[in-house]
């Protein structure tokens, strides 16, 4: 009997998984300055790393199977697969602080980072073969985390040197989260109110679309840090013009050219999803609402934004997830948030710093873009029924 590759992207995943034993699997350093030296998966000790490799190379034999149940067991290895290196790496980081000094630090490194991001990918892919509804990925791509994050609970990954960087900035990285989650939705509320009425207009009258978008997409393609350079002056001045506005915490610095400046770019996203969200919904349908004599208001909140809202969803989704990543960069003027946690790791060349600010960044947008994509699997599947 012939066997013949099913799973083609599975099979690629897996050999490159492989290739990547021969990455270093950590990165062992005398202190948190230092970089270190890497240790593979065969030079730690008290670690199997012939029973993590046993999973790859079952994974290349489901690619070779056909049927449901290969891709089930496929995606219960992929998920085996990621919840045993994060056990691994917080247990090779354990075994090595009992090896060495209180100063020194374990990190992942590229073979493990690399390995993580494979074993997601497969088991992604394994979860969009298995089921067609969005809603039912969307749960099965999120019990993927439920282990690795008790594991994260509990502390068996506390030896790692990233836990132990937050363990001593823990106020500094909560005072962080609070800052970026201001900037998130000190961006998203005012956003909101200017871009919807002005898509509204912009609907209403197509004649204006045109210098309207003009504009916005002039401002979309300023560089971040100079349209908040550009913002420094005029705010100083104001506040020199007018002491009242300082009193109020807005500067030429800080949090108030950070929003002014956030909140320029959300508004052309904002108003284009809301203009073409309008513009999807079908004239007969308008007409027959009208003949049946429903209000001008009547048509707006019970036709017109139902079925504009999918659209006007995934224009807020792609200004909150741009929000996220350009609030790093409005630390540069103040404004906090964790991008003073990156900005600061990389001028005492802390890896580790660096990290803290960047991994919650991309997990927040990981998450938020995740709500958003379960947001819109239940507004298709109410609008199917």
């Known amino acids: 009997m012939q066997l013949k590759c099913q799973n083609r992207v599975l099979l690629l995943l897996t050999l490159i998984a492989l290739a990547a034993a021969m990455l270093p699997f950590v990165n062992y350093a005398p202190n948190r300055l230092v970089s270190g030296e890497s240790r593979a998966l065969w030079q730690i000790g008290s670690f199997p790393a012939l029973w993590l490799l046993a999973i790859p190379l079952a994974l290349v034999l489901l690619s070779l199977l056909p049927g449901r149940v290969p891709l089930i067991l496929t995606l219960l290895?992929?998920?085996?697969?990621?919840?045993?290196?994060?056990?691994?790496?917080?247990?090779?980081?354990?075994?090595?602080?009992?090896?060495?000094?209180?100063?020194?630090?374990?990190?992942?490194?590229?073979?493990?980072?690399?390995?993580?991001?494979?074993?997601?990918?497969?088991?992604?892919?394994?979860?969009?073969?298995?089921?067609?509804?969005?809603?039912?990925?969307?749960?099965?791509?999120?019990?993927?985390?439920?282990?690795?994050?008790?594991?994260?609970?509990?502390?068996?990954?506390?030896?790692?040197?990233?836990?132990?960087?937050?363990?001593?900035?823990?106020?500094?990285?909560?005072?962080?989260?609070?800052?970026?989650?201001?900037?998130?939705?000190g961006t998203l509320l005012p956003g909101l109110l200017i871009g919807v009425p002005l898509g509204l207009w912009c609907y209403r009258h197509p004649g204006r679309q045109a210098p309207v978008f003009t504009l916005l997409n002039i401002i979309q393609t300023i560089p971040s840090i100079a349209l908040f350079g550009l913002l420094i002056a005029p705010l100083a001045g104001l506040v020199q013009q007018f002491p009242l506005l300082g009193s109020l915490g807005i500067g030429g610095t800080g949090r108030a050219p950070a929003l002014i400046a956030l909140v320029l770019y959300a508004l052309l996203p904002l108003v284009r999803g809301v203009v073409a969200g309008m513009n999807q919904v079908p004239h007969d349908v308008l007409e027959s609402a009208a003949a049946m004599g429903m209000s001008q208001r009547e048509r707006f909140y019970r036709i017109q934004l139902p079925l504009a809202l999918p659209v006007l969803v995934r224009g807020l989704r792609v200004v909150t997830v741009q929000t996220i990543g350009m609030a790093v960069i409005a630390a540069l003027i103040g404004a906090g948030g964790f991008g003073a946690l990156v900005f600061q790791g990389l001028l005492s060349s802390a890896l580790d710093l660096v990290l803290l600010g960047v991994i919650p960044v991309i997990a927040l947008a990981v998450v938020v873009d995740a709500l958003f994509s379960l947001w819109s699997a239940l507004l298709k599947e109410h609008a199917h029924d």
Request: hydrophobic share 55%.
């Open 77 to 185: 290895a992929a998920e085996l697969l990621f919840i045993a290196l994060f056990w691994g790496a917080g247990k090779s980081a354990s075994w090595l602080a009992q090896t060495g000094s209180p100063l020194a630090r374990t990190s992942p490194g590229s073979g493990l980072w690399l390995w993580l991001a494979l074993a997601l990918l497969a088991g992604s892919d394994a979860i969009r073969r298995l089921t067609p509804h969005a809603a039912w990925r969307w749960l099965l791509n999120a019990q993927i985390w439920l282990l690795p994050l008790a594991l994260l609970a509990t502390g068996a990954l506390d030896e790692l040197s990233l836990l132990k960087e937050y363990a001593n900035r823990r106020d500094v990285f909560n005072d962080a989260l609070l800052q970026h989650l201001t900037l998130l939705f």
